[in-house]
């Protein structure tokens, strides 16, 4: 990746972090993951409405770092009209992505994560959405962690 594209992607970043897109609760929705990364005290609920098995409308609420709200900005915008199997290929693409730096599939705006792999300490962050969201498709109402059950 070129230098020019990175700082395209961190201005991308720095837009979705301050300026979240569908930040707000979803009052007719179904479904509902929650996660929370410990470790930078990133805390998230993501609220989906799906219908058959089409995600019909994502929202998301919470705080965290600026990655971690971007990262879940950007997951409500492409993930809005795909069905739960989908969003389930798009959840280990993007955990790929998040670890290796590269994708084969096309990811959209959500490639401007791929440079999270730099910083590993960051990787959690930026996935901790798409786990909420895996949550929320799978089963309803569950809570999922970065870091295991201490006790
Ligand atoms: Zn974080």
């Known amino acids: 990746m070129n230098d020019e594209l990175l700082e395209l992607y961190q201005e991308l970043i720095l837009d979705h972090s301050r300026r979240p897109r569908n930040f707000r609760t979803l009052p007719d929705a179904n479904h509902r993951g929650q996660?929370?990364?410990?470790?930078?005290?990133?805390?998230?609920?993501?609220?989906?409405?799906?219908?058959?098995s089409t995600v019909k409308d994502l929202a998301f609420q919470g705080s965290g770092c600026a990655i971690s709200k971007a990262s879940?900005?950007?997951?409500?915008?492409?993930?809005?009209?795909?069905?739960?199997?989908?969003?389930?290929?798009?959840?280990n693409a993007v955990r790929d992505m998040l670890t290796t730096g590269r994708t084969d599939?096309?990811?959209?705006?959500?490639?401007?994560l791929a440079g999270v792999h730099k910083f590993p300490e960051r990787?959690?962050?930026?996935?901790?959405?798409?786990?909420?969201?895996?949550a929320a498709v799978t089963e309803a109402g569950t809570t999922v962690s970065t870091e295991a059950k201490k006790d």
């Open 123 to 134: 990787i959690k962050c930026a996935v901790l959405p798409w786990h909420a969201m895996l």
């Open 72 to 91: 879940a900005s950007l997951l409500t915008e492409a993930l809005v009209g795909k069905t739960c199997l989908e969003v389930q290929t798009i959840f």
């Open 105 to 112: 599939s096309d990811l959209g705006k959500v490639v401007a």
């Open 35 to 52: 996660g929370t990364n410990p470790i930078c005290g990133d805390n998230y609920t993501i609220y989906a409405r799906i219908e058959g």
